[in-house]
């Protein structure tokens, strides 16, 4: 289904640390409202061409790729104000199966149930070609329903097929739907065909890298099989396997993936899923040795003029004067990407009334704050996310209330306005590292009538999460070498 936020994803030029204080001082910043209802979904596909032109100028041993928002695969169009917000209904429907899913995934490790004891919500099935008993249950990834919402390309197999991958901080295991295809959902490229690549393997049972699963069966008592389900009970089943990917001429050998032949459920559009977790499946993991497991994106409006979203591995991914926060781990589940947020600034002041503590993971695991590249909407602890709302609404004492739409609480009729002044609002990390945002990463159009609204919600959980609008526009580097998370505005030209 296409999406309307990408409505909302435009660069921004950096920001200099006078022109922090002074916006800090003033308290205020002004939002185009003009500028942010011209943009539209122009939803056109990207081109064999198109994705050639990657930039240039990557270091020895990096890799650097063109991201796209997943509206990039449709050709459908339409400005009309009811469609939008239908689209844009079921984006958000989307994104909270994904917190859904995160939640109880947290929840249950910190309550001691491993990953390979975790069970779908919804639960799923099996396709009879396989074994059932040989998965003795699944686990619940990040990834809500299969919507993932960056894809990058890259060529898989030898010679390489070149394929949409979704992107998804997290998720670990890799994943591309094969022939023969018991199961298949609609995706753009043709099905990857195991058996037209020289490189494909099979993994055997009794290898340490099928025992790296978590849900692993044994096919004929030969080859390994893998499951994951996700959280509204879509799942991928196939064989495990070994094969050569490609990202732009540089050969990568020997990376784990699964080969779907039963893939079900609400995925769309890509043909499986690049993990970019911290898990030993994960990409960043598998190819430590070679990219130093460091890699960062950066995202913007596909329409965005001369700026197109990245994605880069090894050391080309740290830019120069990025700001850095320490990473932390989850004693019970080595997935996230966990950072420590202590305090928030809304109109140049510091909400004194949110204590760092409620952003702190406590000792089971539970709690804390994660950034991910699959989560829209940033979910802040409840009581955080309401001194938060209610001091922005205190400095939008002067707009016209638009009341709530879907999880927005608080949005403005903007119609007949051609800017505003809305407060400032800053992240602050452990280490002295923040985030200032632009007023257009919180202050959202969710129709064509000039309606806004303040993009965050709560979350029941201990957990929050940092979502990809108040990531758009800043370099986010994950640098696991060095155990840490860094940002840099308007970095998005690798």
């Not at 096919?219 to 064989?239: A, H």
């Not at 050998?253 to 499946?281: K, M, Q, T, W």
């Not at 829209?376 to 016209?400: E, H, I, P, Q, W």
Request: hydrophobic letters at 40%; one cysteine or more.
């Amino acid at each position: 289904m296409v999406s309307a936020l990408a409505l909302f994803f435009v660069c921004f030029v950096s920001i200099s640390a006078g022109e922090i204080f002074d916006e800090l001082s003033a308290g205020q910043q002004v939002l185009d409202v003009e500028a942010a209802l011209k943009l539209r979904i122009s939803r056109s596909k990207v081109s064999a061409q198109e994705w050639s032109e990657t930039v240039q100028g990557e270091e020895k041993n990096s890799i650097v790729l063109q991201v796209v928002h997943r509206d990039s695969l449709s050709s459908s169009s339409s400005s009309n104000t009811s469609l939008v917000k239908e689209i844009l209904q079921e984006r958000l429907k989307r994104d909270a199966a994904r917190v859904d899913s995160i939640n109880a995934r947290v929840q249950l490790a910190a309550m001691g149930v491993s990953k390979a004891e975790m069970k779908p919500l919804n639960g799923s099935s099996i396709d009879a070609r396989f074994d059932a008993k040989d998965f003795s249950s699944s686990i619940i990834s990040g990834l809500a329903q299969g919507s993932g919402e960056y894809f990058t390309r890259l060529g898989v197999g030898t010679p390489p097929r070149y394929t949409y991958m979704v992107l998804d901080t997290g998720s670990d295991i890799m994943w591309i739907q094969c022939l023969p295809c018991a199961k298949c959902y609609g995706q753009t490229d043709p099905l990857f065909n195991p058996a037209a690549s020289s490189t494909y393997r099979k993994v055997p049972c009794a290898t340490p890298l099928c025992k790296k699963l978590d849900i692993s069966g044994c096919r004929n008592k030969r080859y390994c099989e893998y499951q994951v389900s996700y959280g509204d009970g879509s799942f991928t089943v196939g064989d495990f396997s070994t094969e050569t990917l490609t990202f732009r001429g540089q050969v990568i050998r020997r990376v784990a993936l699964g080969c779907g032949h039963d893939n079900e459920g609400l995925f769309i559009g890509a043909a499986g899923l690049l993990g970019l977790g911290r898990g030993s499946l994960s990409f960043p993991s598998q190819t430590g040795a070679q990219f130093s497991k460091q890699f960062s994106y950066c995202l913007v409006d596909r329409s965005a003029s001369g700026t197109a979203s990245s994605l880069i591995f090894g050391k080309a991914a740290i830019p120069k004067s990025a700001i850095f926060t320490p990473l932390l781990s989850n004693p019970k589940l080595d997935t996230f990407y966990y950072v420590e947020l202590v305090g928030i600034s809304v109109g140049g002041r510091r909400l004194t009334s949110i204590p760092a503590s409620v952003f702190r993971m406590d000792a089971t695991g539970n709690g804390g704050v994660i950034i991910d590249s699959g989560t829209s909407v940033t979910r802040l602890v409840d009581s955080a996310y309401s001194t938060m709302r209610d001091a922005f609404r205190v400095g939008t004492g002067n707009l016209k209330s638009a009341g709530g739409f879907s999880l927005f609480d608080t949005c403005y009729d903007l119609s007949g306005l051609k800017t505003v002044k809305v407060p400032t609002l800053v992240f602050h990390f452990q280490g002295g590292a923040h985030i200032s945002l632009p007023a257009t990463n919180y202050l959202i159009p969710v129709d064509s009538s000039a309606t806004f609204c303040f993009a965050f919600a709560g979350n029941t959980g201990g957990l929050s999460i940092i979502g990809n609008i108040q990531q758009q526009g800043y370099r986010v580097v994950f640098d696991s070498l060095a155990n840490r998370v860094g940002f840099k505005a308007g970095s998005c030209l690798a």
